[in-house]
């Protein structure tokens, strides 16, 4: 079971765990009620013929935690999940995934608020680099910047077209950092290609240049990627 996959309460399983609350005239949990399920985990708030539904919180035995709404039984509308590891997002759910507009603070302190699609950031999105100050603002696909965007840095910026760049939060900090440092590194080198050049043939090289830079990259990232995930 995932951090944010909660135990089904359901009204013809043998045992349910302990609940105080409403019932209706079918003994059904309806209303307000608390609820300590067979796994250790707890939620409180309303139910509605014996699913939860309507607002409530869901503590996880694991230490993560839901509060906001909910329909026949799952995660559905406006709600807040604080996660194990202290990340957290805050926004809009639909059948149980992010799904809509959600701010996502990861552990680290970087920070998304924009778009969602199945758990995923997906479509127009602001993501801000609490170690460098540095921000993305643009189209992200399937998690990862994708199209027109533009990155923000304390002293210049970079409008233009993205591909498949994936700001992913890595464990180890120093990892990241590195990864940062590398992208504002090619952002430096299109500026400075801008500023050295007023022939307008040498600043459409210098952009050619700065596209195969960012596709290196993209393609370091995902090697990157395979390799954290066959670990």
């Not at 002293?155 to 180890?172: D, E, K, L, Q, T």
Request: negative net charge; glycine residues 12%.
């Amino acid at each position: 079971m995932s951090s944010d996959e909660e135990s089904v309460e359901d009204e013809g399983a043998p045992y349910l765990g302990e609940y105080e609350g409403e019932r209706n005239d079918a003994e059904e949990r309806h209303g307000k009620g608390k609820a300590k399920l067979p796994n250790g985990d707890e939620y409180e708030g309303e139910y509605s013929h014996g699913k939860r539904h309507g607002q409530g919180t869901y503590k996880f035995q694991s230490g993560g935690k839901y509060t906001g709404s909910y329909i026949n039984g799952i995660k559905h509308g406006e709600g807040t999940f604080n996660y194990p590891d202290g990340s957290k997002y805050e926004g809009c759910w639909i059948n149980d995934v992010r799904h809509g507009r959600g701010k996502y603070t990861y552990p680290n302190g970087d920070i998304y608020e924009g778009e969602w699609a199945e758990n995923q950031r997906h479509g127009q999105g602001l993501y801000s680099y609490v170690a460098t100050g540095s921000k993305y603002r643009g189209m992200w696909v399937q998690g990862k910047m994708e199209e027109a965007g533009e990155l923000i840095h304390a002293n210049h910026r970079y409008a233009g077209v993205f591909s498949r760049i994936n700001p992913r939060v890595r464990a180890n900090e120093g990892e990241e950092e590195k990864a940062e440092l590398n992208l504002n590194l090619l952002v430096d080198q299109k500026a400075e290609a801008k500023e050295q050049t007023s022939d307008e043939s040498e600043e459409e090289k210098a952009e050619l240049n700065l596209n195969l830079l960012v596709d290196h990259k993209a393609e370091e990232d995902e090697v990157e990627e395979e390799k954290s995930e066959l670990n």
